[in-house]
């Protein structure tokens, strides 16, 4: 089946990530969440595709080239796969490459389309030259890096709502006026030493729902001043929710949709397309890791009207 005219959404599950019994990490919920969103109906299953992967080129816009071989040869040392967390594999390097290919790909499209998703992605932690926390590159600085290669947006907002603070992400594009970092994380969460973004608003524990949506139309409105994006790039973490095990932010589920109603809601009054990646999520019931995903999705393409009609109607500023 072929691309319907709908709500484009990039998938990389089908490259497997070896890990040991019982790693942490949740790999499976990406598959699951592919078959919750088609078999729910949210999305025609032609409208999901396998992404390239990232080029050498591309990802040399925010890597240095001597980290990325050392990940595409099997030559990070002891050291580089603890700071990962993942040990190292051939599958390991296609589905990283796949998975920043994926964003790539869903930047491309949201520009035609308003929105698009990559199913995986939000890889925040990895730096120019190392990994850290189950991040190998960092796809939102490769795709507005290459956003920008392309003439496809001058101006670039990174809204990342991930528990953890986006650090790598931070640290990388710290010192470019062109790209607006926006973390709101958890103040006592990992990463343990944080890095500058050009906006951090650090939550306490258990902050709930009000609060924390409080604290995101406040930071938005401050964020889209400050950038004039014509391109959004959204990680929208499912570990803010109060099951997690690695979040403490105590968010509801009906909470975490109304958090991305309101991302897709300032994307579309300033007449911006956005590209979606899902981020983190470690609840204790893989269940409800794709619930808050699927969620995502939904509202994407319930969304995804009103963005479009809004980038057609013009306004929008474009590149230059």
Known sequence: MGYSGALRIYASDTFVLPLPERHRFPMAKYARLRERIVAAGIVDEGDVAIPPAATREQLARAHDLDYVDRVCSGAMDARELRELGFPWSPGLVERSLRSCGATIAAVRAAVDDGVAINLAGGTHHAFRDRAEGYCVFNDAAVAARDAQAEGLAARIVIVDLDVHQGNGTAKILAGDPTIFTLSLHGARNFPFRKEASDLD?????????????????????RAFTASAPDLAIYLAGADPFAGDALGRLALTKGGLAARDRRVLDACADARVPVAIAMAGGYARDIDDIVDIHAATVRIAVESQPRLRDRLRAGARRGPG
């Open 201 to 221: 608003v650090a939550l306490d524990d258990d902050t709930g729902d009000d609060a924390y949506l409080a604290a995101l139309d406040d930071a938005l409105e």
